[in-house]
């Protein structure tokens, strides 16, 4: 199908996610995407620390869903800027949840944290 | 935008778009724009969830209660029905009406699937005891997966208003930008699942 792609009558969308290896892209992606879901789930029956479990399963699963974004909702083709508006928020938010979780942490289970127990 | 045709007899005018971000519409920013927004409502919900599990020694692991072959299998359904979104958006900037109905209409029965994968996993979890106010990660797990599934759901009903236009002709002009748009909203729908699937089904 890659050889259509010049026949695209026009574009006004963003022309560059036309490129002609789209196809061989996306593919490549689902391939992607499948193995690391396998690895997840084999990971989530091995017998390894599971904070260091946690931790590899988030990675993964934040790599799967930058794949979806980048390849798929064709991040990688948008100028920057469109990036930004979509991406921007995300690590604010984390910021925020990571916060929060500390705190969740330090008042329920105990643990102390500067902030909370001075 | 200065190339847009003013004439009132031009077959298809380009839709406006938005020079701060290339040449994407208005209706593709607006689209990210609605789904930056949605991901902070699932946000909130994941936090909440992490909060109340971080703080409860007591809870149990998930992979102890929850079907993970069965939820894998949805999940890959999931991934395979975002693939067949971007061959059906591939289809319809291709001007293949055929092959791009065909690839939307796989799509929404990836997301049809779902829905049924989650409707037997509810009730088959109902039935071992795990309802929704029998403890906080029953309450959270069915909010949260139950929001997903209403996005599955208007995805799936938002895949064949779309899949009906472009066996009539529609959509695939400039790009197909309709159908781009349609693939926006249901692959943040796969996204967000790859997270939920990790966050709430997986993680020890």
């Known amino acids: 199908m890659s050889e259509h792609a010049s026949s695209v009558p026009h574009a006004t969308d963003g022309g560059a996610h036309r490129a002609p290896d789209h196809r061989r892209d996306y593919f490549r992606i689902f391939w992607v995407l499948l193995v690391l879901t396998i690895v997840e789930v084999a990971v989530s029956y091995s017998k390894i620390d599971k904070r260091v479990m946690s931790a590899v399963m988030i990675a993964l699963a934040l790599s799967k869903a930058s794949f979806v974004g980048l390849y798929f909702m064709h991040l990688k083709y948008e100028k920057r800027s469109l990036l930004w508006l979509a991406f921007l928020p995300l690590p604010l938010a984390g910021f925020y949840a990571v916060f929060l979780l500390l705190d969740a942490f330090s008042l329920l289970r105990g643990v102390p944290v500067p902030w909370v127990h001075p | 935008m200065s190339s847009r045709p003013e004439a009132s007899y031009a077959p298809a005018p380009a839709p406006l778009t938005v020079p701060t971000f290339g040449q994407a519409t208005t209706g593709k920013v607006g689209m990210w724009i609605f789904l930056v927004t949605d991901a902070m409502t699932f946000g909130g919900l994941l936090l909440a969830y992490g909060i109340l599990r971080a703080g409860n020694k007591q809870w149990p692991a998930p992979t102890t209660v929850l079907g993970i072959p069965f939820t894998a299998i949805m999940t890959f359904v999931l991934i395979v029905s975002s693939l067949t979104m971007v061959l059906a958006l591939d289809a319809a900037q291709h001007r293949n009406a055929k092959q791009a109905v065909r690839w939307l209409l796989a799509t929404a029965s ?59 002709g529609k959509h695939l002009e400039n790009g197909a930008n309709f159908v781009e748009i349609t693939g926006l909203f249901w692959h943040f729908v796969d996204l967000i699942w790859i997270l939920v699937f990790t966050l709430v089904y997986l993680i020890p």
């Open chain 2, 110 to 168: 990836g997301g049809i699937f779902f829905l049924c994968g989650q409707a037997y996993e509810y009730r088959h979890l109902i039935h071992e005891g795990f309802t929704l106010p029998s403890g906080n990660f029953p309450a959270t797990f069915y909010v949260i997966t139950s929001f997903h599934g209403g996005h599955v759901f208007t995805g799936v009903c938002y895949l064949l208003i779309t899949a009906f236009g472009v066996s009539r």
